[in-house]
């Protein structure tokens, strides 16, 4: 092997590990080019998104699951937060966990009755279990406030230090964000990934591989509960303010749509899927009122011609070309 | 090794399967042959919990497993391939195989997500293995190309290399050489004497009767979903019951 080829060897054995310290770096740097409050507060929003599709995508893209129904955790994350800090004085990151542990108990009692269902029938209940949250949020005003919304929630702090501006949000937010993208990777290179694949694939197939696949499917679905919870308690920190609005079905909906984007069963896609989705209404604000058009017209799109998701149906396009030109230059 | 005692199924008051008995000895090629719809697809599904049987009892290695659920009687070490091929399209080469090691990799999602250096040697161990699984099965140089793209001679291969790459006690072949030609049958044949001289344990499921009468330690023929013979190839060939139920008819046919 020539010193290059060694190189090259390397740095595709370790590419996972290299993507993501280059990202890391990226994200450490950025506030010193970018310091806009604006544009932070928008790749915030990106971080606290891609929290949640990372646990969706596991759930929709590894176990080939549906949900349309993450926004409820997202939204009982985020007041369970702010009725733990303010109604009950819980300082905030216990807090935090204590509702983790809470709505993955939550997802867990539901999941164990919905997972039986399939298809269609796994969609509309979890369409309806969003139903359900959201109307408590809206309806029972002396706990969440109602629809005027809930205020007040303190700052995450260490200390004297809180996570008041942009700038330490990004930081706090995209720290957040990093951890549940390396545990997602971690997840999915390993039996356990494997496995969730092999489920989504055919679920005889993967009985067969010595899968349980019932359960499999209800630990999925906790854990993307937990990784929408988390991501709603850090919601709530960071606009100190939240409302039932934030949390209905068409935030479920978007929530989907980022993992068809980003391409079912791709962590990475995950990230981009996020970003992509909450920054379209900022590249076209003249169709602001037309989002939810725009949003199902690409859900649409991208079903009908790469059911895969876009970057995963790219990324596979280029894979199966370069396999079959290479099988044709064997042959030749 | 596997037991089976007056194993029958309905489906629906109508019998698929009555009364089957047979043993699958240690270190031996056992056929299942019969004509089409004799019920040797409901008797797989059987064995390895895709279908609870509707009255008697599976053992295998001693133990009662017909009442178990499909993944754990995976997990007693036996493995199979499907009739009509049931690999990940989407999965590369490699992986597919990978998942045939999916018990051996852990099932913690915890530990999964923390990838200590301990998880990580193993997935190490895990994947060299996959490797040489594949090397055997002469698929080394496609282990990252999608496995939907293969040939279809390839896909079976694939799956053989699945099942058989996490060391099964045990491996029941589905009609692993329907639909190839004369030439890959002959390789699919050639790897399944390997394994057998390897000292795998296997239960054919065939209706290639030259691979079946070449290969096999011990026929079982199954008709109307009763057991009418057992024996070693050429008892069965000049079984007169057998030659009426099965190979008559082949004659005629072929």
């Excluded at chain 1, 544009?39 to 929003?45: A, K, V």
Aim: with cysteine.
């Amino acid at each position: 092997m020539t010193s290059k080829q060694k190189f090259l060897y390397f740095i595709y054995l370790h590419r996972t590990g290299l993507t993501v310290t280059g990202l890391s770096l990226a994200l450490l740097f950025f506030p010193v080019i970018e310091n806009n409050p604006y544009t932070l507060g928008l790749t915030n929003l990106i971080a606290i998104n891609a929290i949640i599709v990372l646990g969706l995508n596991l759930f929709i893209g590894y176990a080939g699951q549906i949900s349309l129904g993450h926004a409820a955790f997202f939204g009982l994350g985020a007041y369970g937060s702010a009725i733990a800090t303010v109604t009950f004085e819980i300082p905030p990151w216990p807090a935090m966990l204590l509702v983790a542990i809470i709505v993955a108990l939550v997802a867990l009692l539901i999941g164990i009755p919905i997972l039986r269902l399939s298809g269609h029938y796994l969609a509309m209940a979890t369409l309806g279990l969003n139903f359900v949250v959201h109307t408590v949020l809206l309806q029972w005003d002396e706990v969440t406030g109602g629809p005027s919304g809930f205020s007040g929630i303190p700052y995450l702090s260490f200390g004297k230090f809180q996570f008041d501006d942009e700038v330490r949000l990004h930081y706090l937010l995209w720290g957040f964000a990093l951890v549940g993208l390396l545990l997602c990777l971690n997840l999915v290179r390993s039996g356990v990934g494997r496995g969730l694949s092999a489920l989504a694939g055919d679920e005889v197939a993967a009985e067969a591989l010595g899968v349980n696949t019932r359960n499999s499917k209800i630990k999925i679905f906790v854990l993307s509960a937990v990784f929408a919870s988390i991501a709603g308690s850090l919601f709530a920190h960071c606009y100190s303010f939240v409302s039932p609005d934030s949390f209905g079905i068409f935030t479920s909906a978007d929530l989907v749509i980022m993992v068809v984007i980003g391409g079912m069963g791709s962590i990475w896609g995950s990230l981009f899927g996020a970003a992509l989705i909450t920054l379209l209404p900022e590249w076209m604000d003249m169709f602001e009122t037309y989002k939810d058009f725009v949003h199902g017209g690409i859900l649409v799109l991208v079903l009908m011609f790469l059911p895969q998701g876009l970057i995963t149906g790219l990324v596979e396009m280029v894979k199966t070309k370069l396999a079959l030109r290479r099988q044709k230059d064997a042959a030749a | 090794m596997l037991q089976l005692d007056q194993v029958s199924k309905k489906f629906g008051g109508l019998p698929a399967l009555s009364d089957v008995s047979f043993t699958v000895p240690k270190g031996k090629l056992t056929a299942l042959i019969g004509p089409n719809g004799a019920g040797k697809s409901t008797l797989i599904n059987c064995i390895t919990g895709v279908l609870e049987p509707s009255s008697g009892k599976i053992q295998f290695q001693q133990q009662q497993i017909d009442n178990l659920p499909a993944y754990q009687i995976s997990r007693l070490g036996i493995s199979r391939t499907f009739q009509n091929l049931k690999i990940f399209p989407r999965l590369t080469v490699l992986d597919n195989v990978l998942t045939g090691l999916t018990n051996e990799g852990g099932n913690s999602m915890l530990l999964a997500m923390l990838r200590l250096p301990d998880l990580r040697h193993r997935e190490r161990q895990l994947r060299l293995r996959a490797l040489e699984s594949l090397d055997r099965f002469g698929l080394e140089d496609k282990a990252n190309w999608p496995a939907g793209i293969l040939a279809y001679g390839d896909k079976k291969r694939v799956e053989l290399a699945r099942a058989t790459v996490g060391k099964p006690q045990l491996i029941l072949l589905d009609e692993p050489v329907a639909g190839l030609n004369a030439e890959e049958t002959a390789a699919v044949g050639e790897q399944l004497r390997l394994l057998r001289s390897a000292g795998h344990t296997m239960l054919l499921v065939e209706h290639d009767m030259d691979l079946v009468m070449e290969i096999a330690d011990q026929v079982v023929v199954l008709d109307s979903g009763k057991g009418i013979a057992t024996g070693t190839p050429d008892e069965v060939r000049r079984n007169p019951l057998v030659l009426e139920a099965y190979l008559g008819r082949m004659d005629a046919t072929a």
